[in-house]
């Protein structure tokens, strides 16, 4: 017997069930960023490779789907964003009012380790402030951040933000000594420290003549490193969010283009993992597209969402509602005669027209298994077109009750019951 395809390592099928789960999340990310203002674009999947060359070095190459086109352009899978919306900006930036407040949903390609939480293709929620150089800003966005979790159930026991500012690190290192051409080669080791066995740690802060005590000691600072912190917990605590924020300048995301807040949101008890981050990034717009332009984002994924919400009691009940709403209908119609077949066509068409989600048996099938077929798609009610057509009758099959009508008089006496999707 021949082997059948597969899908290949990293990537994704997304049966019903799944797909549901996935809508669900992006129906969440698109709610709670318009809530917040924010207006949806979208970006082309293919990029010229030397976009991501420009923010992230040669050394990005490795972790790409890259690839020479039919035209001979060294072109690569979008492996984020960030870049792409620098690109729009810039090319645009007049035609729109400052600040952007842009949210994107869409899919994305890393080639790395497949893990947990972590695939070579996935889906990623984008939203950034632009043209805005205020920390009230951040402050937004981590808001936001927090929100986007509280809507899909989570709680303060459940995940926190954790804030840092790399402007803060900045200042540290320059009056340590670590010379500004080492700056990333240093916050990097900042960035692992907490993954990282003490003894490496120790190791590498030596280059630096410094040493874990006396970083633990700027860290125990908290947020008097800087007024920035001190103005973004203000503002968070202001909003009544103060209970889902703490400072922690372990936090300082090691990617180089960071130049101010940064923040984490990191799920508690069940591996400390970080389900989103982001910070400022004012100098990047300026680096791709040659516009001077402040900006401030973060980032989540739908995978490692995905799977907290379901180790996750409460949210893990939200995700299932959803998925058995997106898989039934409101309404299952019963041709108990076939010669009616085609009255209960008009039937389900004229349901549909009124707004109602509506299946119908596409063969003929006793009425016994098509109660059955009702039940199995979640139906509301039933609606029993036979022999007394026009009359028809409309059953409740939650309570079992069941009254009579003309089929005229269908689409007013189902909605006095219960409203459409």
């Known amino acids: 017997m021949a082997k059948g395809f597969q899908t290949l390592p990293g990537f994704r099928d997304f049966y019903p069930d799944e797909c549901a789960a996935r809508n669900y999340v992006f129906e969440v990310w698109r709610k709670v960023a318009r809530r917040y203002g924010f207006v949806e674009y979208e970006g082309p999947i293919l990029e010229p490779t030397d976009l991501y060359r420009k923010k992230s070095g040669d050394e990005i190459v490795n972790q790409l789907f890259c690839f020479q086109d039919k035209g001979e352009r060294d072109v690569s899978m979008r492996p984020e964003l960030t870049p ?62 927090i929100d986007l979790m509280r809507e899909m159930g989570f709680t303060a026991e459940d995940f926190k933000i954790r804030v840092s500012d790399r402007n803060a690190w900045t200042n540290f290192a320059e009056e340590s000594g670590v010379p500004e051409d080492r700056l990333t080669a240093f916050l990097q080791i900042i960035d692992k420290m907490e993954r990282a066995p003490e003894e490496k740690t120790n190791e590498l802060l030596k280059e630096f003549d410094l040493d874990l005590e006396k970083v633990r000691a700027f860290i125990g600072t908290g947020a008097d490193a800087s007024d920035t912190l001190k103005d973004l917990i203000a503002d968070l605590t202001s909003r009544g969010l103060a209970d889902f924020v703490e400072v922690d300048l372990n936090i300082v995301r090691g990617l180089a283009y960071y130049t101010g807040a940064v923040f984490e949101v990191f799920d508690i008890g069940k ?18 597209g040659g516009v001077d332009m402040p900006a401030c984002g973060f980032a989540m994924g739908d995978m490692v969402i995905t799977d907290l919400i379901r180790e996750t009691e409460a949210p893990n009940q939200l995700l ?36 109602w989600d509506v299946a119908q048996p596409l063969s003929s099938v006793k009425v016994g298994k098509q109660f059955q077929a009702a039940e199995q798609q979640g139906a509301g009610f039933a609606v029993v077109v036979g022999a007394e057509f026009p009359e028809v009758s409309l059953k409740n099959l939650a309570d079992r009750s069941e009254s009579k009508c003309d089929a005229d008089e269908l689409v007013a006496s189902l909605s006095s019951l219960a409203p459409a999707k």
Request: charged content about 30%; hydrophobic content about 45%.
């Open 320 to 355: 299932d509602a959803a998925i058995a709403g997106a898989q039934s209908v409101d309404v299952f119609v019963v041709i108990a005669d076939e010669e009616r077949r085609a009255d209960a066509n008009k039937v389900v068409q004229d349901l549909r027209n009124a707004g």
């Open 271 to 288: 591996g400390m993992r970080a389900v989103a981050g982001g910070g400022r990034y004012d100098q990047l717009i300026g680096l791709i």
């Open 84 to 145: 792409t919306l620098a690109r729009m900006a810039a090319a645009r930036q007049r035609d729109f009012k400052k600040p952007l407040r842009w949210f994107s949903i869409g899919q994305h390609f890393r080639y790395e380790k497949h893990q947990k939480g972590r695939g070579r293709e996935f889906y990623q929620f984008n939203c950034d402030i632009l043209g805005e150089e205020s920390v009230f800003a951040d402050a937004e966005l981590a808001a936001l951040s």
